[in-house]
């Protein structure tokens, strides 16, 4: 079929296997013409694994130090008259890359909440690896199936004492203009986006690959976080999502506990604000990722969701030296996103930010064509016009 973007708000209906295995080749290359990660893992399991920081974690790890990698998501395989989810497609170019350059590479399509996906995995990694020396937990999601308690929680992006008025950008027109938000009316709200994104599912992923013995003497294990600017903590890090990373952060010393005595160890990375399928969801965060770009542009220190994971691997969790961590014990990837120089400018360009000005003060282009390219769109070396098929099958699920 003739595969064309279609959008609904911040949500892309449609993804193109050939665009996205474009992505997948572009990051692949990034990888690679890095060099290889001196003493990287070389059996990881990536939970989350299919988009954003997951499928970027899932190519540092194969393509950056030949590891063989378990992948875990949630997406819509491709068939016959529809289309699969971008995810999938993801997925579906990164085995194939994988196998051709002789590297173990397989994945499980189904609910990492629940103890029947955890199981599944447990079961693929002793039969095929043994153990794994890296898990990463890179899980994005606006709800989740307690596994223990049957209960749905829905997750919800909101601030917490009082409404939050601020300028945000539909980013397909460009307009700029003020939204307000208001707090959380129940003490359930922040519960269940705590239950969704904090910390515990994290925490019953390692407690039963442990109880399995599929984690090997010394594993790492990784998950992400954010912090952001002051102008975003209303909505973002004092706001419903941020108490989830709280949640996720302190779940750190728990897992430290189980891991002590195979000498394992567990991590949060705080990553960059980058175009995901999650993050476009959040109110006024386009805004300001259109206005970080262009600042971070221009000062030739803009990275991608590659760049800063191929980094977080080479100079964080396997560089040999001292890991460098915050006053909280985390990894901060997002170092170069809050450099001093680079928070001033975008909070200078912030308060000028119109809908007249949008094009030339930030880089909404930029943003834009990002935003596409998760679906496989934008992308030069593809010909959008031409018939495409649509049913490409993840070899190792079919
Ligand atoms: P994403 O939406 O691109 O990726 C989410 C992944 O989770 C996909 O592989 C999806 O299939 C999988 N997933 C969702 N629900 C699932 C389920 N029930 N079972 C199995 N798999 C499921 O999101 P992104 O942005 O890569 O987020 C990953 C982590 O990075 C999150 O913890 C996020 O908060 C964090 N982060 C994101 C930043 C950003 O700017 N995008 C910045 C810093 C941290
Ligand atoms: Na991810």
Request: glycine share 8%.
């Amino acid at each position: 079929m003739i595969i064309q973007p279609r959008t609904r708000g911040f949500i892309c209906l449609t993804a193109h296997p050939d665009g996205a295995a474009q992505h997948i080749k572009n990051q692949i290359e990034y990888v690679k013409s890095k060099g290889k990660i001196a003493d990287g893992p070389k059996k990881v399991l990536v939970i989350g694994a299919s988009t954003g920081f997951g499928i970027a974690s899932r190519i540092s790890a194969a393509f950056g130090s030949d590891a063989a990698t378990i992948g875990v998501f949630f997406e819509k395989p491709a068939t016959e008259g529809k289309l699969g989810t971008a995810g999938w497609y993801n997925t579906a170019a990164f085995e194939k890359e994988a196998q051709a350059a002789g590297l173990y590479a397989k994945s499980i399509n189904g609910d990492a909440f629940s103890d029947e996906i955890k199981q599944q995995t447990i079961e693929l990694i002793k039969k095929d690896l043994g153990q794994v020396d890296l898990v990463v937990y890179s899980l994005a999601s606006p709800r989740r199936t307690h596994p223990k308690t049957g209960v749905q929680h829905a997750s919800v992006l909101k601030p917490i004492e009082k409404p939050f008025t601020d300028k945000t950008v539909d980013f397909h027109t460009g307009v700029v203009s003020d939204i307000t938000i208001n707090p959380v009316e129940l003490e359930d709200d922040i519960n269940n986006t705590v239950a969704v994104m904090g910390g515990e599912d994290w925490k019953f992923w390692i407690e039963d690959l442990k109880a399995a013995g599929v984690l090997a003497e010394g594993v790492k294990t990784v998950a992400y976080s954010y912090i952001g600017p002051e102008l975003t903590y209303p909505i973002y890090r004092n706001g419903t999502i941020g108490r989830a990373k709280d949640n996720l952060e302190a779940t750190v010393p728990a897992i430290n506990a189980l891991l002590a005595d195979i000498n394992g160890v567990s991590y949060v990375s705080v990553n960059k604000a980058l175009v995901t399928q999650s993050s476009s969801a959040i109110p006024v965060v386009p805004l300001y990722i259109s206005l970080l770009y262009k600042v971070m542009k221009e000062k030739g220190i803009h990275e991608g969701t590659i760049e800063q994971m191929q980094r977080l691997f080479a100079e964080r969790l396997y560089n040999n030296s001292d890991l460098q961590l915050d006053e909280k014990g985390r990894i901060r990837v997002d170092d170069l996103e809050m450099r001093e120089d680079v928070q001033q400018e975008v909070a200078e360009l912030w308060k000028k930010a119109t809908t007249e000005n949008l094009e030339e003060i930030s880089d909404i282009q930029g943003y834009r064509n990002d935003f596409f390219q998760l679906f496989g769109f934008n992308f030069d070396e593809i010909d959008y016009e031409k018939d495409t098929n649509e049913v490409v099958p993840v070899p190792s699920i079919g």
